[in-house]
């Protein structure tokens, strides 16, 4: 008990005597000292500070400000001439911290600040060491100006020069000297949209992260863009060739918005990223243009306009079928349709025949075959008449009676013959009716013929147009996407090749 009485004794004399010194110190130090005093044993000579920066966050990067807001603090070193004691008399004091507002502090500040109140490092208390050496690093949120390169976009470096001097002293009164060639960052946090490349006292080298912009915004625009091409492999009966063109256009320009947003408003260099967007929706509003070609090509109507033209038939239908290696329709067909197809057509053929042969009708069914014939008959029965008499002069009575008859059978023949002549008026002007309406039937089958087979190359024509857009603008949109995106000389580089930064 009465042991650790005494060690409490002790320590308590040592705090006592440790507060003793230290007051004993400031009093000396501070006795004569004045702030405003630049520490140096001859004014002519130059003080030399040490500056360092140790960086710890990016806050932001604001592309249409073109600010760069990030966190540290300074890491300054220098000797002041007045600050010096010896630790023998002082109670082995070698170090003590003092408030900065006490000594000559130099006046730091970052030349390209874009804050408001421009000094934005807070006072803190510095450590003066028994050398006279004094250590002060004074925390801050850092705003600074940094001119942001848009040609890239978003696979951009930037580099952001960080430019500390001090504010009234030159470099004859004040020599400010770096202590590292790079910042420290010890305590750095990642950011998630900005890789820290390289950082030293005066300057920043930035790269964009690149997976946010590929997932959110390139991938969905090439996906998009691609889409425009699949409105050509749509039939032109379907009727969604020009809303999927123009639903694709509106999609492309509501992602163009997007990058409108993020990006800084200039007129100095436009970036890549919104080229392309410019490309994709110049080939999108053509690829609508084409479209609606297709369909005009498709669905006229040669009742009321005029058959394809040579011109556009030896152009489109011979010689750009031909180069796109496509064929006719009826072209295409199989040996075994081709010989029902002849089959067919000599059933037509012979139909045809038939129907010529019934509008060629002969006159033999006319009035006067009709004559003819009667005629035939009654110059047999006369001669059959004049046959008997002549043979048989002495006839009986019975035979005379006959022969009446047979006169009397001659006059009911020319009965006959009108009554036939009457039947076969009505006839002939039936068949004559029939016949008519047998022409008018065939003359409008031919006809509507005519007219699909000026159809069909119509629509041929237009196929040809659909194939030729598909080919073109399939090759725009690819070349496009390489020359504009694909040669951007950071995107298949590393989003994070240091595992520190």
């Not at 009667?374 to 009575?397: A, D, G």
Request: hydrophobic share 40%; glycine share 4%; proline share 4%.
């Amino acid at each position: 008990m009465t042991l650790l009485k005494f060690l409490v004794i002790f320590v308590f004399i040592l705090e006592c005597q440790a507060g003793h010194y230290q007051r004993l110190l400031l009093e000396k130090l501070f006795r004569d000292y004045d702030p405003t005093e630049r520490p140096v044993f001859d004014e002519n000579e130059s003080l030399n500070v040490s500056v360092g920066l140790a960086f710890q966050q990016i806050v932001d990067v604001d592309e249409k400000k073109q600010t760069l807001v990030f966190s540290g603090w300074l890491d300054m070193t220098w000797t002041d001439y007045n600050l010096r004691w010896n630790p023998v008399e002082f109670g082995n004091i070698t170090k003590i911290r003092i408030q900065s507002s006490k000594i000559w502090i130099p006046d730091l500040l970052l030349y390209n600040s874009a804050d408001d109140s421009f000094d934005v490092t807070s006072k803190v208390n510095a450590v003066l060491s028994y050398t006279g050496e004094v250590s002060y690093l004074p925390p801050g949120m850092f705003k600074s100006t940094c001119p942001i390169k848009i040609d890239d976009f978003p696979f951009d470096e930037q580099s952001c020069s960080l430019k500390f001097g001090s504010w009234t002293y030159d470099e004859a009164t004040v020599n400010l000297k770096n202590k590292s060639d790079r910042a420290q960052l010890d305590s750095y946090i990642k950011n998630g949209e900005w890789l820290l490349k390289d950082v030293t006292s005066y300057s920043e080298s930035l790269k964009r992260r690149t997976l946010y912009f590929l997932i959110n915004l390139i991938f969905p625009c090439l996906l998009i863009s691609f889409m425009s091409i699949l409105g050509f492999c749509l039939p032109p009966d379907s009727g969604e060739k020009i809303g999927l063109e123009i639903t694709t256009l509106l999609s492309i320009m509501m992602f163009s918005q997007i990058i409108t947003g993020i990006m800084p408003e200039s007129s100095l260099s436009v970036p890549k990223m919104g080229i392309y967007f410019a490309s994709v929706m110049i080939i999108s509003a053509l690829s609508i243009i084409a479209n609606v070609f297709v369909l005009i090509f498709h669905h006229r109507n040669v009742k009321i306009q005029q058959p394809l033209p040579y011109l556009i038939d030896l152009v489109i239908c011979q010689f750009l079928a031909k180069l796109l290696r496509m064929k006719r329709p009826d072209e295409e067909k199989d040996p075994k349709s081709k010989t029902y197809n002849g089959v067919s057509d000599m059933n037509d053929l012979s139909s045809k025949s038939l129907l010529a042969n019934v509008l060629d009708i002969n006159d033999d069914f006319g009035i006067g075959g009709a004559k003819k014939s009667i005629n035939r008959t009654l110059n047999r029965i006369n001669l059959k008449q004049q046959f008997s008499t002549n043979s048989n002069p002495y006839m009986t009575n019975n035979q005379v009676s006959l022969k009446r008859d047979n006169s009397n059978l001659s006059g009911s023949g020319a009965d006959i013959f009108h009554d036939n002549k009457t039947d076969i008026n009505s006839v002939r002007k039936n068949l004559s009716s029939i016949l008519k309406e047998i022409r008018l039937i065939t003359q409008k089958l031919k006809d509507d013929e005519e007219d699909e087979a000026k159809s069909l190359d119509w629509k041929f024509a237009a196929m040809v147009i659909d194939r030729l857009c598909l080919v073109v603008f399939s090759f725009a949109t690819v070349v496009s996407t390489v020359v504009i995106l694909l040669t951007s000389k950071n995107i298949f580089k590393p989003s994070d090749p240091h595992p520190i930064f």
